[in-house]
């Protein structure tokens, strides 16, 4: 029997309507990790009308980026409630190389860091078409105007990508193609999970 406790620490990255929440869901339940979302925390937070919630909702309805000292803050409150957990996948997070840094340092000090980034490539009309699909049924305030999406894809070209070099540069990035069927893109996904898992 082989039996060998693993640490697994995933970022999903890509840019809005890549599908990092509907692959998230799959891959948590397949690994037995948990979800950090900090889009889903937000939004939590926004229902409950929390001070925190009230605060990221003027960025958020803006489809600007919430400041890092929120999102920071947010994200060590949660890995710290989080015990007996086997890993986390990150989901919407880190955006920006400042949080990026800020998770380096977050989880080093428990001493379980970040195995790899996994980005879904997806080209920009694709992503509209999605985004524009999604706001019949995602009551999101960002999702209901062209201009709120376009926003966020340009917030994304120019703050969110640089995250990916600072993966690229600590050899922990890879890339899958993000177009296609979920469940497609599912076992793609997987196979370079296995492959983290294998070569631990
Ligand atoms: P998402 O669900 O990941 O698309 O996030 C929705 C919105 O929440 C974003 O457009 C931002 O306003 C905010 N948000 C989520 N995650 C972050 C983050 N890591 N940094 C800054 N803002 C964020």
Redesign the pocket.
């Known amino acids: 029997i082989l039996a060998k406790k693993i640490m697994l620490n995933i970022v999903l990255f890509g840019p ?1 309507g890549a599908g990092k929440g509907t692959q998230s869901e799959k891959v948590l339940k397949k690994y037995n990790l948990v979800h950090l ?4 925390l ?1 939004r939590l937070h926004l229902n409950n009308e929390t001070a925190l919630g009230l605060e ?1 909702k003027k ?2 309805n803006k ?4 400041p890092d000292e929120i ?1 920071i803050g947010m994200v060590e409150d949660k890995i710290n409630k989080s015990s007996n957990v086997i890993g986390f996948v990150f989901d ?5 190389i400042n ?1 990026a840094i800020a998770l380096d340092n977050m989880l080093e000090k428990k001493n379980i860091p970040i195995k790899q980034m996994i980005a879904l490539k997806v080209d920009e009309k694709e992503l509209i078409k999605r985004i524009q699909n999604r706001a019949k049924t995602s009551g999101r305030e ?1 999702d209901k105007s062209i201009d709120k999406i376009n926003n ?1 894809i340009q917030v994304y070209n120019q703050e969110t990508k640089p995250v990916a070099d600072y993966y690229k540069k600590h050899d922990k990035y890879s890339e899958v193609d993000g177009i296609g069927e979920i469940d497609e893109i599912f076992i793609k996904l997987c196979s370079k999970i296995d492959d983290l898992i294998w070569n631990e």
């Open positions: 809005p979302s900090t889009g889903d937000f990221a960025y958020m489809g600007d980026l919430v999102v919407g997070f880190p955006r920006t949080q960002d966020r």
